[in-house]
């Protein structure tokens, strides 16, 4: 017996509400962004902007240390997002909040009409590690090792910075911007952050470009996004003594003919999918049939046809292994069953590589000294992607390492973090219009 969950289906069908009615974007070559980014970084406003980034540096760096001492698991980020909360109103934001979902944010305004469409830039609040993990930063000289300190506290840090420069810097924007704080972006939380922000959020039909800064790479323009499927399968059964039930049908064997089979799967290299075994538990003791066992699976890809492809045989083989336990041993005592839970759902797309928000981006990726290196990522920028809105992630500059591991780190180095803070400082108000 195959039993499906229906858990996420309100998520997805929340995905398929129409994205803000604003004009299409006519398409942009690279030669114009690069005239549009030299004039705003040739601007009295944004050098001054940037000077303050560099004079500020330590306080980013503090900012950084505070926030990653804070600790975030998933679905536990409410200290952090508090805190970051009163970061944002004392730097003077407008209608600063944190909404139901548990994302902080705060308006700056522009010189638009109130009500008017809106650029967005976010840093997710969350980390991966569990709680009770050991957040305390160490610093050996210019750089600093704690887990999430790059993915994505700095980001956090690194926006806070941006206000006051922007602030410093007397800089103007048409558009308002909206900094914000979100939840949910690793692993569990399955972009709840954002998915609340973009279908229920008091600003979802207002937002007119979306930046996500996660990670530190300067270079890195990630405007397609991986999907993935998550599932865990609980196989159950009757269960029972080792010695004395021996021949009743067991959970794990189906479970572990799953994982066979599943790893026998043909996927492409273009575009990319992948699948992962990943997580199992369950079981009652050594010398007992298990009456449940579950496993949990991953799978990713660039392209909805192909994510579905895989997922479809995952479900397939997971049905033929029930049957073959069912007709392998006893099932006097009851059949063995898989109840499929969906735990993540992730959209596909891609914003157009002509598209204005890709476009400038690069461009203040070139204009800062880089050569844009553009990917598909799977990020806060999938919801509003799959839900046509321009949308892009990009690094908050300098250089990191070891990611989702205890020994993370980032390097601090003035003049390269300062240099890879520009880019997004200047894509920032490519979007906003100055």
Not at 50 to 66: E, F, M, S
Request: glycine share 12%.
């Amino acid at each position: 017996m195959l039993r499906v969950s229906r858990c996420a289906l309100a998520a997805v069908l929340s995905l398929t509400l129409a994205a803000p009615a604003f004009a299409e974007p006519k398409p942009v070559t690279p030669a114009q962004a690069d005239k549009a980014l030299a004039k705003i970084r040739g601007g009295a406003g944004f050098k001054t902007a940037l000077a303050t980034l560099d004079a500020q540096h330590d306080r980013i760096v503090a900012d950084t240390i505070t926030l990653t001492e804070i600790p975030a698991p998933p679905f536990k980020e409410q200290k952090r997002a508090e805190a970051y909360m009163a970061m944002l109103k004392a730097h003077g934001l407008a209608d600063v909040e944190m909404d139901a979902e548990g994302n902080v944010m705060g308006l700056r305004r522009g010189t638009g009409k109130p009500g008017g469409p809106v650029v967005v830039i976010a840093a997710h609040l969350d980390t991966v590690f569990p709680e009770g993990t050991n957040v305390k930063v160490r610093r050996e000289g210019t750089r600093l090792f704690a887990p999430g300190v790059g993915d994505d506290t700095h980001s956090l840090a690194v926006l806070l910075g941006y206000i006051r420069a922007l602030d410093a810097g007397k800089v103007q924007t048409k558009k308002d911007i909206l900094f914000v704080g979100n939840v949910g972006e690793e692993g569990p939380g399955d972009l709840r952050g954002v998915r609340y922000l973009f279908t229920k959020g008091k600003y979802k039909d207002r937002v007119a470009a979306f930046f996500s800064m996660d990670g530190t790479s300067a270079p890195r323009v990630t405007s397609g996004a991986v999907g993935s499927r998550r599932y865990r399968v609980t196989f159950k059964g009757p269960g029972g003594h080792s010695y004395g039930a021996y021949g009743l049908v067991n959970p794990m064997a189906a479970m572990g003919t799953t994982v066979v089979e599943m790893n026998k799967i043909k996927t492409p290299t273009k575009p990319k999918t992948t699948y992962m075994t990943s997580v199992v538990g369950g079981g009652t003791s050594v010398n007992s049939i298990p009456d449940a066992i579950w496993l949990e699976v991953d799978m990713r890809s660039e392209s909805k046809d192909e994510l579905a492809k895989v997922d479809a045989q995952f479900l397939q083989v997971v049905a033929a292994a029930v049957d073959a336990e069912n007709v392998a041993r006893s099932t006097a005592q009851g059949k063995v069953s898989a109840e499929i839970k969906v735990i993540g759902d992730r959209p596909t797309g891609n914003t157009r590589e002509d598209a204005e928000i890709v476009q400038m981006t690069a461009a203040a990726v070139r204009a800062a000294g880089y050569e844009p290196v553009l990917g598909a990522s799977s990020t806060d920028s999938n919801v509003p992607i799959s839900l046509g809105i321009p949308a892009v992630t990009i690094g908050s500059g300098g250089q990191g390492g070891r990611a989702h591991a205890l020994d993370e780190w980032i390097d601090v180095s003035k003049p390269e973090s300062v240099k890879g803070m520009s880019v997004g400082l200047a894509a920032l108000l490519a979007m906003a219009g100055t």
